[in-house]
Structure formats: structure tokens, C-alpha cells
């Protein structure tokens, strides 16, 4: 069982920065890919950016180049480093877990198995 809870999320101006953390706890975090989804109310929950323990990473086209994700092993948390935010990136952003090695989960590599409660990005004009 893999407990994951994010932090980070606010308001932020469009063209602002913003982190997110999430902790995951629990046995063997290092054989899980960690990752960010987020959903807007009305739409369904859609990838960002996940990484694996050896920081393969895969992102969502619309987060090439403004969002970073990244991960501490020691720690056991993962990040998510939002920077140019627009209106459109507003979302409860969501913290996920899925054992394997492939950065592909949400995609490929199949939904995830374990999930955080969110946390609320709202970037404002």
C-alpha cells in the first residue's frame, strides 16, 4: 500500500510559478513510477508528466517546456515544477503511483494504481 499527499497548490497570476510536492509512503516507493495528473471540473483526469526511479520521465505536450517534474529517492517524494501558468492549467492536480519501470503510466503503461487527494491550481488572468 502506497500513501501519496501532495502539497503546493494555490493561486498564482497567469504567467506565474508554482511547485507541487507530493510525499509517497510505504514499502519499496523506488519500484513505483511517480506522476502528476490533473482534471478541471467537467473534464476528465488527464496526464502531465510521470517518472521513473531512474528519472525517465515522459510529459504532456501542453507541459513540454513549462512544467518540470522531478523526484528525490531519498526522500521518496516527487515534484512538479510549473512555471508560465496559464488560466487553462487551473485543475485539482493529483499525485499517482504505479508499480514498474516504464515512465508510461496514464498512457501505455496503464492507470495508476494508487492515488493522492489532490491539490487545487488556480491561476488566475
Known amino acids: 500500500q502506497i500513501q501519496l499527499v501532495e502539497s503546493g497548490g494555490g493561486l498564482v497570476q497567469a504567467g506565474g510559478s508554482l511547485r507541487l510536492s507530493c510525499t509517497a509512503s510505504?514499502?519499496?516507493?523506488?519500484?513505483?513510477?511517480l506522476g502528476w495528473f490533473r482534471q478541471t471540473h467537467g473534464k476528465e483526469r488527464e496526464v502531465v508528466a510521470v517518472?521513473?526511479?531512474?528519472?525517465?520521465?515522459t510529459d504532456a505536450d501542453f507541459a513540454k517546456g513549462r512544467f518540470t517534474i522531478s523526484r528525490d529517492n531519498v526522500k521518496n517524494m516527487v515534484y512538479l515544477q510549473m512555471s508560465s501558468l496559464k488560466p487553462e492549467d487551473t485543475a485539482v492536480y493529483y499525485c499517482?503511483?504505479?508499480?514498474?519501470?516504464?515512465?508510461?503510466?496514464?498512457?501505455?503503461?496503464?492507470?495508476?494504481?494508487?492515488w493522492g487527494q489532490g491539490t487545487q491550481v488556480i491561476v488566475s488572468f
Open positions: 499517482a503511483a504505479r508499480a514498474g519501470r516504464a515512465p508510461t503510466m496514464g498512457w501505455a503503461g496503464g492507470e495508476p494504481d494508487y
Open positions: 510505504g514499502p519499496s516507493v523506488v519500484k513505483y513510477v
Open positions: 517518472i521513473n526511479t531512474y528519472g525517465d520521465h
